[in-house]
């Protein structure tokens, strides 16, 4: 197949490398010059993915109408903050029967959208699909095993979907939930966010591991009320995902929340990770989500606190610990 994959970052070129691997003819566009040019020049993205070699197989173009109009596919890949201003570009284009499959991962503020939601609503006719899972660039571009989940409105087109992308190295399920999937992708970053400023701070395992169990228990309690399905919550884009981008230094979230644990700010915190965090971004929308829905959510309380209120990161935690006494799970009976 002829694929287009907008986005020119690390996730971008992981997938385009992905799908160049599994045969198909990939063209990827970015609208920054220099982006393009560096992997031109230097047959890799230096600041995004360095020492991964992009084939020269893989097309690179900053025409999104040409790649767009010859593809059969295309791969939403850009950070989240620009998927709506990427999707208006496109939409001025005016192709028909575009089918698109995001893989950026975030809430938008201003909306509180989802990003298939943003792009539906830039291009009301796109037939659309969100691809998902714990899968850091780093590895999916080495061929490093991966396996991730494929939500879909139509089974037909999450199993279109599911046959480009599936490999030897990169097995893939599908699922009817999209909103659960993006949900779960999105918050597991705000999560992040708050185990780095836990490691940046000094705490231990023990903390981490109350994190991310505390943490997917916060994100499925939003999902569901906004009517996701708690089983996905717990499957590949949920927990999945939870765990490996709170514990991987891959994970650019949970770098930029072990500097500002050790002190530093938010802004100093991005600077230094030179690419987009997209849990900054989501944090916001994430508690006002929690508001709407009248959903408890204390981690991203707290960790909006300390991003925007500058919160002492400690009296954050205390106030976590000595919250109102609960039991675990309501829904066990006692004899």
């Not at 850091?136 to 879909?152: D, K, L, N, Q, Y």
């Amino acid at each position: 197949m002829k694929i287009g994959v907008l986005g020119a970052g690390g996730w971008a070129l992981a997938i385009a490398i992905l799908l160049n691997n599994n045969g198909h003819e990939v063209t990827v566009w970015s609208k920054v010059e220099a982006e393009i040019e560096g992997i031109r020049r230097d047959g890799e993205n230096k600041k995004c993915l360095a020492g991964v070699k992009i084939p020269e197989s893989i097309n690179l173009t900053l025409d999104m109408k040409k790649v767009a109009t010859e593809s059969e596919l295309l791969v939403m890949a850009v950070a989240s903050p620009f998927v709506r201003s990427t999707s208006k570009e496109l939409a001025e284009h005016g192709i028909p029967g575009l089918k698109i499959v995001n893989v950026a991962k975030g809430i938008e503020e201003a909306t509180l959208y989802t990003m298939t939601q943003v792009i539906k609503s830039e291009i009301p006719d796109a037939t659309l699909a969100a691809l998902s899972g714990p899968s850091h660039a780093e590895e999916v571009s080495r061929g490093i095993p991966t396996t991730c989940v494929v939500g879909a409105d139509k089974k037909e087109f999450a199993e279109y979907v599911q046959n480009v992308f599936i490999s030897e190295v990169f097995r893939v399920y599908i699922s009817p939930d999209v909103l659960g999937i993006e949900i779960g992708a999105a918050l597991k970053n705000v999560i992040a966010l708050a185990a780095g400023v836990a490691d940046g701070v000094g705490y231990g395992d023990n903390t981490k591991a109350a994190l991310i169990t505390r943490g997917i228990h916060e994100i499925a309690r939003l999902g569901v009320a906004m009517g996701g399905k708690l089983q996905t919550f717990y499957g590949l884009s949920g927990i999945g995902d939870l765990i490996v981008t709170c514990a991987s230094m891959h994970s650019r979230n949970r770098r930029a929340g072990i500097l500002i644990g050790q002190g530093k700010t938010m802004q100093e915190a991005m600077d230094e990770v030179h690419m987009v965090v997209e849990g900054v971004y989501s944090a916001k929308a994430a508690y006002a989500l929690s508001q709407k829905y009248n959903v408890e959510m204390p981690i991203v309380y707290e960790i909006n606190q300390v991003l925007f209120e500058n919160a002492d990161v400690k009296e954050s935690v205390r106030d976590l610990m000595l919250r109102v006494k609960k039991i675990e799970n309501s829904d066990l009976p006692w004899e």
